[in-house]
């Protein structure tokens, strides 16, 4: 997988966020070379900004692990 931006390596990451109830584990994928994260709340935020505008306050306490796709 190459980054949409840069064409850098992208690498998946699984957050375990103990702050929200509905998502408590997803995956993304964050670019090694720019920092671009990109996940599914990511593309789903472009469809639907309207809808989002309540937002969820970034999250503190989140632990990221790093894996080869
Ligand atoms: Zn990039």
Redesign the pocket.
């Known amino acids: 997988m190459v980054?949409?931006?840069?064409?850098?390596l992208?690498v998946c990451e699984t957050f375990d966020d103990l702050g929200i109830e509905t998502v408590s584990l997803y995956t993304a994928t964050r670019?090694?070379?720019?920092?671009?994260i990109e996940d599914a709340v990511v593309r789903a935020n472009r469809f639907r900004r309207s809808e989002t505008t309540r937002g969820v306050p970034r999250r503190r306490g989140m632990v990221k692990k790093e894996m080869p796709c």
Do not use: H, K
Request: aromatic letters at 8%; hydrophobic letters at 15%; proline letters at 0%.
């Open positions: 980054c949409q931006r840069c064409r850098g992208l670019c090694i070379n720019c920092g671009y």
